[in-house]
């Protein structure tokens, strides 16, 4: 017992040593991420990886070599070079946030293209609403350079980090069913892309598509199959206030309140603690501009944060796992969930205190954060808290966006799953829940097909594959009721492989995205193993072999895809029969 206490207090005190740590930080240094690309020898004989420093199946890629073209010229005489000695080719960005191996170009002598140095502004024009940016601008600097002009980008992703090229390539959104939805490609209005041609054309082609171009539906969203976006013009609206406050009411009437809550709130979101029974609903709407307030949003889990307090966390929760401490979990999410509540999440009322909600202020200050990316650096003091080079996070994300017709029995079946083994969620809280966001159907022949809500799971990873999770046979349960008996749509640079298998039989229009795929890049230069998997085109997404199961690599089908070893058994699902989770089966 007093061993039990002793273990509480200390997971009770890292984490709250890092929410601290974190607010004394006042995020002017951190060391902004590695770069992912890395060759012996300058820009030759490269590896890649993302941003986490591990693709879902360990694999390492790797690339004959990088180039970093810094101007729309060079691409084109790069895609040319390349196109001429039929090598393969794949885009890579300056941080490379995917998780799926969707940068890997498809042999170990292929050509990376980075648009590290394709990071200008092109154009803004504030009588048009309009704004034209090369595809390796982040978000940070393409919501600075519109708020600069009186602009604002209405939805978004909630993390700076990412580059135009790369969220359009993989369907990235923030949360929102107003207007055009909450999907950044919706505002794309014209774009640039250049892919391999015949000789006669002198082997690279240079594309304008506009809005009204029958191949948008495939270039908006192309998961880099159909070559290199160069530059991209977004529809963007007049700079506006937001307020947001948060609600959390207990989670009995979760089902049919979310189908409703995006419609009434235009940035509203959700985030579900299922073992504390409580939902937290983000309030936020559009205000008029004469509504005072100065708030800023400066997210806590994006905040550079102090690598021994990562270390720390980390160590506890590693703990945890080994002596199935799942009441250690409990409490310490639910310590931490209630502190970043009432601690304000990392925003602040004018720019530097929080003294309460509603927050109130210009929404480019409010709809993105990540000041671990952006601080001068520190040698590793502090890092973004999934730095691959620390001790720190290290996760798995299931992430799926479920039809709104569908949402409430979704959440019934959680719930369902919860009623009988509540623990089994808390390693979920403990990443303050699972996020839920809204998004609108789409015309992208990749995108999604119908209004609904994206569920964003993130929990524990092993260091060692081998290694089976507290309560997995749960959480693979939800994996699987969500994309399988709800037909959930998985976001293309989240997830494990199984969210994949058979992945393009959902998309109606997936035919007419490979058409598109076979007139830009007809010998595949584009294409890779995986971008084939994904597409059908090749088999193998699943991965079986002895423990597949335990990394999502594949759906158990016999014990050996479990860990028989250590007591983990392939076995039916609890409240979806036909799931196949890895169950402990305990010998008393
Ligand atoms: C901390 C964090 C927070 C996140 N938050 C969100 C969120 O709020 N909402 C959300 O939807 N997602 C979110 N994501 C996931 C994110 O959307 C994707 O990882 C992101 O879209 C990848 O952007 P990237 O610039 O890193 O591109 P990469 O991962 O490097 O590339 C993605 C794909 O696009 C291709 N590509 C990139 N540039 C081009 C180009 N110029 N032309 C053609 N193809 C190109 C690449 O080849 C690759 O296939 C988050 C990820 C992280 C790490
Ligand atoms: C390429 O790099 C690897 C290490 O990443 C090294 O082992 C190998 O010898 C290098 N090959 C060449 C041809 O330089
Ligand atoms: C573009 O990227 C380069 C290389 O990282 C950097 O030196 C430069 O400051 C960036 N320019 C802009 C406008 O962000
Ligand atoms: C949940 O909250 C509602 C009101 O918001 C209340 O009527 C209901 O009794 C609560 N349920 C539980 C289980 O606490
Ligand atoms: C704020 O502006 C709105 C119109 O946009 C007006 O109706 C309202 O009276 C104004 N409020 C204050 C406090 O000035």
Redesign the pocket.
């Known amino acids: 017992m007093s061993l039990m206490m002793t273990r509480y207090k200390s997971s009770l005190t890292t984490r709250w040593l890092l929410i601290f740590m974190s607010f004394m930080i006042t995020s002017t240094y951190s060391s902004p991420p590695d770069d992912p690309i890395k060759c012996s020898s300058q820009t030759t004989n490269c590896t890649i990886t ?2 986490y420093g591990m693709f879902p199946d360990r694999s390492i890629c790797r690339a004959g070599n990088v180039a970093y073209p810094s101007s729309e010229k060079e691409l084109i005489a790069l895609v040319a070079d390349a196109s001429m000695k039929r090598r393969k080719m ?4 300056r ?5 799926p191996k ?2 890997c170009p498809g042999g170990q002598e292929g050509l990376l293209i980075s ?1 590290n140095y394709l990071n200008k502004t092109l154009m803004v024009d504030p009588s048009k609403m309009l704004m034209t940016v090369e ?2 601008v982040t978000l940070k600097e393409l919501i600075e350079q519109a708020a600069k002009a009186g602009m604002a980008l209405p939805y978004a ?3 700076w ?3 135009v ?3 359009l ?2 369907g ?3 949360s929102s069913l107003w207007g055009k939805g909450s999907s950044v490609h919706e505002y794309v209005e014209e774009l640039r892309i250049v892919s391999p041609a015949e000789a006669s054309e002198g082997f690279a082609k240079i594309r304008t598509i506009g809005r009204n171009d029958p191949d948008m539906d495939a270039v908006k969203v ?3 199959v159909l ?4 530059q991209v013009t977004l529809r963007l609206q007049p700079m506006f206030k937001r307020s947001l406050s948060y609600l959390v009411r207990n989670d009995s009437d979760l089902g049919s309140l979310a189908t409703t809550f995006g419609n009434d709130h235009e940035f509203g979101d959700i985030s579900w603690y299922p073992n504390q029974k409580l939902a937290l609903y983000r309030v936020d709407d559009r205000v008029s501009s004469n509504v005072s307030g100065n708030g800023i949003n400066d997210f806590i889990g ?1 905040r550079p944060t102090p690598t021994l307090a990562l270390a720390l966390v980390r160590s506890t929760e590693e703990t945890q796992e080994a002596v199935g401490d799942d009441n250690g979990k409990c409490i310490t999410a639910k310590i931490t969930t209630t502190g970043l509540r009432t601690t304000g999440f990392g925003y602040s009322n004018n720019g530097i205190l929080f003294t309460g909600y509603p927050i109130v202020g210009n929404h480019n200050r409010l709809q993105a954060s990540g000041s671990c990316i952006s601080s001068p650096n520190d040698g590793l003091l502090t890092a973004c808290p999934w730095d691959a080079r620390v001790k720190g996070q290290f996760f798995h994300q299931t992430t799926f966006s479920i039809s709104l017709s569908k949402v409430k029995s979704f959440i019934e079946d959680v719930q369902k799953l919860r009623d009988l083994e509540p623990k089994a969620f808390c390693g979920v809280e403990l990443n303050n829940g699972i996020l839920m966001r809204y998004v609108k159907a789409s015309s992208p022949y990749l995108g999604k097909q119908e209004d609904g809500i994206d569920f964003d799971i993130t929990y524990y990873r092993s260091k060692d594959a081998s290694a089976p999770r507290l309560h997995e046979d749960i959480i693979e349960e939800v994996e699987q009721i969500g994309l399988f008996k709800y037909g959930g749509l998985p ?1 293309w ?2 997830n494990r492989n199984l969210a994949f298998d058979g992945v393009v039989k959902k998309f109606v229009n997936a035919n007419a995205f490979l058409q598109v795929k076979d007139k830009y890049d007809p010998k595949g230069l584009f294409s890779s193993e995986w971008s084939d998997q994904i597409l059908g085109l090749q088999k193998g997404v699943t991965i079986v072999k002895d423990g597949c199961a335990l990394e999502g690599l594949c759906v158990c089908s016999q014990d050996s895809h479990c860990a028989p070893n250590k007591g983990y058994f392939c076995r039916p699902g609890r409240v979806y029969k036909e799931a196949r989770v890895c169950t402990r089966l305990r010998s008393n």
């Open positions: 993302n941003s794949k885009v890579s960005t941080y490379s946030h995917s998780i969707l940068v648009t595809t390796g992703p909630y993390w980090g990412l580059t090229g790369g969220l390539g993989s990235a959104h923030g192309s998961l880099g070559g290199v976006i160069s994006f976001h640079a989240k």
